[in-house]
């Protein structure tokens, strides 16, 4: 009997070629040059405390609870087979090891109180979605972005969805931490017109310690790509605590200000809006009670970047006056 695409192994799954993806969104501006497409990818080989989207940190399916649209019918719980919900007064508990990702209690769900996050498509299958909004991509020099997780994670999906895309003469980005092996960049990298990079710590041990990858491997895949020939957008996403310090941006721009193919700076100013969904997904979030950055640092980390030599410096999220 052939296994369905939720049960399959990592091999089975990278041989059938699907792709476990959380989100396409459409009409992005903050993903690369112009108006967008960007497909985000499940799996993520790095750990970092301050992660936006935990739901794309695990390679499966798995299912989110939403407070406010339960009105406790228990549906949810009567056609689960694994035993892995119960509803208390507190809420919705959800048993992780027990659930195995099936979604049906997602679809008995009346209110749409339970959602399953991660849905398995065909290479063909994103693209038909995607090259609908074509009109706006050629408009405004957009195109499509593969994001996460960690894109790489599932580079041979990946390598044959930006195939496609480039036969259908769209625009591609890779939106990449550079946390992963080096063999997988290059195979997907034929297929890139652009690369967004995120760069988040310039000390290797702090850069172990927050990420769980080595930093040395971030800049072997930051060289691989300059020697390809690839144009970059380096990203730091500035965390309070973490990320936010001057010599933090220092120490990046000295490696980065080397590399003639970088065409811009970001720095990405902290979001707490994601705190809600670590709750969802019975996770805990280190960061949560976090105060948003100060607008007048956000300014100050950018005259620093270009200081430092960098060219291009945007600076882009949510702050306080």
């Not at 399916?61 to 407070?67: L, S």
């Not at 625009?171 to 080096?182: C, F, M, P, Q």
């Not at 700076?265 to 950055?293: I, Q, V």
Request: hydrophobic share 35%; charged share 25%; proline share 5%.
């Amino acid at each position: 009997m052939k296994s369905s695409p939720e049960n399959l192994t990592d091999s089975e799954f990278e041989g059938a070629l699907k792709g476990l993806i959380f989100n396409i969104q459409r009409f992005s501006i903050e993903d690369g040059p112009g108006i967008r497409s960007t497909v985000f990818m499940k799996g993520c080989s790095l750990r970092c405390p301050w992660c936006q989207n935990p739901e794309g940190l695990k390679k499966k399916q798995e299912i989110m609870w939403f407070e406010t649209r339960c009105i406790a019918a228990l549906e949810c719980v009567r056609v689960c087979a694994q035993d892995a919900l119960r509803l208390e007064p507190s809420g919705m508990l959800i048993d992780r090891g027990r659930c195995d990702g099936c979604g049906k209690c997602a679809e008995a769900c009346p209110t749409g109180a339970i959602e399953l996050v991660g849905r398995y498509y065909l290479p063909e299958e994103v693209l038909s979605e995607v090259v609908r909004d074509s009109a706006f991509y050629e408009n405004s020099g957009g195109g499509i972005t593969v994001s996460g997780g960690e894109p790489l994670v599932q580079h041979h999906f990946v390598k044959e969805f930006l195939r496609l895309c480039k036969e259908n003469r769209l625009h591609t980005a890779l939106d990449t931490s550079g946390g992963y092996e080096v063999e997988a960049l290059e195979e997907v990298l034929p297929f890139v017109d652009i690369v967004l990079l995120d760069v988040k710590v310039s000390d290797p041990e702090k850069h172990l310690e927050w990420t769980g990858i080595p930093l040395e491997l971030v800049t072997k895949n930051l060289k691989t790509i300059s020697e390809f020939g690839k144009p970059v957008w380096i990203r730091t996403p500035i965390i309070p605590g973490y990320t936010d310090a001057e010599e933090n941006i220092e120490g990046i721009l000295r490696f980065v200000s080397s590399l003639d193919n970088v065409q811009r700076y970001d720095l990405l100013a902290f979001n707490n809006t994601c705190a809600s969904k670590y709750k969802r997904l019975s996770m805990e979030w280190k960061l949560e009670g976090k105060p948003l950055l100060e607008h007048s640092k956000m300014e100050s980390l950018a005259r620093k970047a270009i200081s430092c030599g960098a060219k291009n410096v945007h600076w882009s999220g949510m702050t306080k006056s």
